[in-house]
């Protein structure tokens, strides 16, 4: 939004310079508090909060900043903690997941009768596996064991299988070719 003050005067006052000067100083003013005021309303929403809003976040509910974090992985590690309440229940502990992995990036196993739960996410970075497992741990109740690890799925692909299944493949073909990059 463009403020123009200079158009509320009456005309044979805007002709006058100082106003104009006035009408100009003042455009600006406003121009940046229409522009501050729009940070904050974007500041608002995980999605689109600034880093500066991201960090203030984060510093009040304690939580570390891993070094080469993106800003998106920090906001939807936030996500998961506000979306982490009560009730503790197995749903809610998806969701939580859900929004800290931005999706079906995990895989969540709980066993009632062992007493356990399993997370393995399908990602890379050892921050989140940290994040997930510390809010896991605030979720579940004491007496159940947590599991928390890391899948990399491109390897899970080729456990089955013998170095003379592969015979003609080349460790390019094997990381470029997307017939391997299927499976889980």
């Known amino acids: 939004m463009r403020a123009d003050l200079e158009a509320h005067l009456p005309e044979h006052i805007g002709r006058i310079r100082e106003f104009q000067e006035y009408g100009a100083a003042g455009d600006m003013e406003l121009d940046r508090i229409w522009a501050a005021i729009a940070q904050e309303l974007k500041d608002y929403y995980a999605d689109t909060m600034s880093e500066a809003e991201c960090t203030a976040r984060e510093r009040m509910l304690g939580i570390q900043i891993m070094p080469g974090e993106t800003l998106e992985s920090r906001r939807r590690r936030l996500r998961g903690y506000y979306v982490?309440?009560?009730?503790?229940?197995?749903?809610?502990?998806?969701?939580?997941?859900?929004?800290?992995?931005?999706?079906?990036?995990?895989?969540?196993?709980?066993?009632?009768?062992?007493?356990?739960?399993?997370?393995?996410?399908?990602l890379a970075a050892k921050g989140l596996q940290e994040n997930a497992e510390e809010i896991a741990r605030k979720m579940l109740p004491a007496n159940m064991l947590l599991k928390v690890s890391i899948q990399y799925n491109r390897w899970r692909r080729f456990a089955g299988m013998r170095w003379r299944d592969l015979r003609g493949e080349t460790w390019g073909s094997l990381l470029a070719d997307k017939k391997w990059q299927g499976g889980a």
Not at 84 to 101: H, I, N, Q, R, W
């Open 84 to 122: 982490s309440g009560l009730p503790y229940t197995e749903k809610k502990l998806e969701d939580v997941l859900t929004a800290l992995c931005g999706g079906r990036d995990f895989t969540l196993t709980v066993q009632r009768d062992k007493c356990e739960v399993s997370i393995e996410l399908r």
